[in-house]
């Protein structure tokens, strides 16, 4: 079911390509008979193509909703609004800190915090969004580059990938899980 909901939806690529190899066989009996009885059977093709992307335009599943939260986040980290950043964190979020602990929302946020009292990032550029779907819940990795600079240190550009695990709460997706996935020295969170 998710493949049939991601070819409509999210990526109806592969259906306008069968369509348009009906079309292209209609057209082809239309040219050899000119009757009107083939001509109408080149109707049906381009009315779904048009209602196929009517239909991927209107809907927004649940991989283009988590996306678009990803956006806000980054959007929101460039301005340095963490109120918006924590709109999207699950209050029960638990992220791996320093060796085996655990940190909550709140000590995650600090660090948050901390991380942009120290550097101005200008741009996150998000290079792949990988998400994976199972009910309620997700689970997304995302490779990063993060343009930053601060006085210390100038102008720094790091790759960083990121797993976020989500769950479906009345509001919206929120983020219950984050994880630093790369490089190894930001894997505790100790920025």
């Known amino acids: 079911m998710d493949a049939i909901r991601s070819h409509l939806f999210e990526n109806p690529l592969y259906l306008y390509i069968t369509l348009a190899v009906v079309e292209l066989a209609a057209a082809g009996v239309w040219y050899s008979r000119r009757d009107r009885k083939s001509a109408l059977a080149l ?8 209602a196929i992307g009517l239909t991927a335009w209107l809907v927004r599943t649940d991989r283009e909703e988590i996306a678009a939260v990803i ?20 209050a029960n979020c638990r992220s791996p800190g320093s060796g085996r602990t655990v940190i909550g929302k709140d000590e995650l946020m600090a660090i948050a915090r901390a991380a942009l009292a ?14 994976e779907l199972a009910g309620a819940n997700a689970t997304t990795l995302i490779d990063s580059r993060v343009f930053a600079r601060s006085d210390r240190f100038g102008q720094q550009v790091r790759d960083i990938g990121w797993q976020l695990q989500w769950a479906r709460r009345p509001a919206g997706w ?6 630093v996935t790369y490089p190894e020295f930001l894997k505790n969170l100790s920025f």
């Open 71 to 90: 956006q806000a986040v980054g959007a929101a980290v460039e301005r340095r609004d963490l109120a918006a950043v924590g709109e999207h964190v699950d």
């Open 118 to 131: 120290r550097w101005t990032v200008t741009e996150i550029r998000l290079r792949n969004i990988e998400t």
């Open 43 to 50: 109707l049906p093709a381009p009315v779904l193509a048009v």
């Open 174 to 179: 929120k983020i219950t899980r984050l994880a």
